[in-house]
């Protein structure tokens, strides 16, 4: 009795002396150098607080530099949580809930997944841990404030943004290719002018694309960002106005979304053409006897156009904003968002829409009896879905459908095939059960009629 009592105490004073798996997490949002200091700050700060703890074991500090937190796709906070799910952490400090991330979204999921995991985070400014009864609601709160003001400062700067297109200023040009940025102007790179030079005369001469992206990489010139040509690079500058020095302003622009995405300007907003904005490399009338060849290219093309799933690119989710994608399942093909699949930064909870479905109200919507993949390229714009069970088909003239519909019960999913084959799957696995039952009943046989199983 009493040995047992001395092993008792001794496993409790081993589990006592365990020490406390600690890491940190960092982020700024730019890469200027204040911000990068502030980083270096950052990380200094929470390797000399872990350490000189003594029931503490150091981890390490992860961070994340020009990344906003409104995003979840990060680096250094993603491998944060793979380590916290394979039980690499027990307590995480940071220095705010901004930092930690911007969308409340995010920040709840990320904190009820490592509570499950019994995974601590202790933000310093707001004085929280995650773990305790009002962590959760304090979050919550607070992460909501977080979000609106990254909101607000992104709509003041998108506000500076549309106030400087509306001056004919030039803004995000860093990685123009025949151009450098000194003090806020472009000015020529006299290398890549003369590449870009070059492509031009080669176009001009009869070669292809894939042709001039080949002798580059063959001459082993690389693109602005480093890296090897694609005939798509090479297209791309075929489209590029400002290599004649006037600009088109605000070709793209970013959503309102609270993860937003750039998208291009398809006459949401306004754009601005200025002339002479800087220096040229190419003249006008070599750019659009450039733009003349590609068009009178374009026609001779052997490649067809791309018509498997008329419906790709064409459906919207009415709540993210995400583009729909295909997904198959062994009893039904649906087209489903792409944030609910798990491709974009955000989660979305949209409810998918049966192939077969779509099929139907784009034919009811032009009045035919059955789908037509051609008249519903050249009469439809989009498919926007903004609820379950309901689409708006959006016409190219403007015009718009509702339809909503009922889904169909589990045992009408059902078709006369689908059954057919589920029969004989089953009555296979029962002939192999029965044959396989048969077979041990005769070897038993066997074993007790052979006399040798006796010696």
């Not at 503490?56 to 799910?85: C, H, M, P």
């Not at 400062?153 to 123009?176: C, D, M, T, Y």
């Amino acid at each position: 009795m009493e040995m047992r009592t001395v092993q008792e105490v001794n496993k409790q004073k081993r589990i006592s002396l365990q020490k406390l798996k600690v890491a940190a997490y960092a982020r700024v949002s730019t890469g200027k150098d204040a911000m990068l200091h502030s980083l270096s700050a950052q990380v200094s700060h929470y390797s000399k607080l872990i350490q000189n703890r003594m029931d503490w074991e150091y981890v390490g500090v992860y961070s994340d530099e020009g990344i906003s937190g409104t995003s979840e796709s990060r680096a250094g906070f993603q491998n944060l949580l793979k380590d916290a799910r394979d039980g690499k952490i027990d307590l995480v400090l940071t220095k705010s809930i901004s930092r930690f991330a911007r969308n409340t979204v995010i920040l709840l999921e990320v904190i009820r997944e490592l509570k499950q995991l019994g995974v601590a985070v202790y933000f310093e400014r707001e004085k929280i841990n995650s773990l305790s009864g009002d962590g959760e609601l304090l979050l919550t709160l607070l992460a909501s404030f977080a979000q609106e003001e990254s909101l607000s400062a992104r709509l003041n700067k998108k506000w500076s943004i549309q106030k400087q297109f509306e001056r004919g200023e030039l803004v995000g040009l860093s990685h123009l290719y025949g151009y450098e940025i000194k003090n806020g102007e472009l000015i020529i790179n006299s290398q890549e002018a003369e590449v870009l030079r070059m492509i031009y005369a080669e176009y001009l001469s009869g070669s292809s694309a894939k042709e001039i992206a080949t002798k580059l990489n063959q001459l082993g010139i690389k693109r602005k960002r480093g890296g090897q040509w694609k005939p798509h690079d090479i297209s791309m500058l075929f489209l590029n106005e400002k290599h004649t020095g006037d600009s088109l302003l605000q070709k793209t622009y970013k959503d309102e979304a609270v993860c937003s995405r750039l998208r291009r300007n398809r006459g949401e907003k306004n754009q601005y053409f200025v002339e002479g904005t800087h220096e040229a490399i190419i003249d006008h009338e070599t750019y659009e006897a450039v733009r003349a060849e590609v068009k009178r290219r374009r026609p001779h093309q052997t490649t067809p156009p791309y018509v498997k799933y008329p419906f790709r690119k064409k459906i919207r989710c009415g709540q993210c904003g995400a583009p729909f994608n295909r997904k198959k399942t062994k009893t039904e093909t649906f087209w489903r968002c792409a944030a609910n699949l798990g491709m974009r930064d955000h989660r979305c909870d949209m409810k998918g829409v049966p192939e077969r479905v779509l099929e139907g109200l784009v034919a009811e919507a032009l009045n035919m009896e059955q789908f037509d993949a051609s008249a519903f390229s050249e009469q439809i714009k989009e498919i926007i879905v903004p609820e379950a069970n309901r689409v708006t088909i959006v016409f190219r003239n403007g015009k718009e459908k509702h339809f909503t519909w009922q889904d169909r019960s589990r045992s009408e999913s059902w078709t006369p095939e689908m059954r057919a084959r589920v029969s004989q799957q089953n009555y296979n696995r029962r002939k192999k059960d029965h044959d396989s039952t048969s077979q041990k009943s005769n070897c038993h046989q066997s074993e007790k009629r052979n006399p040798i199983n006796d010696r």
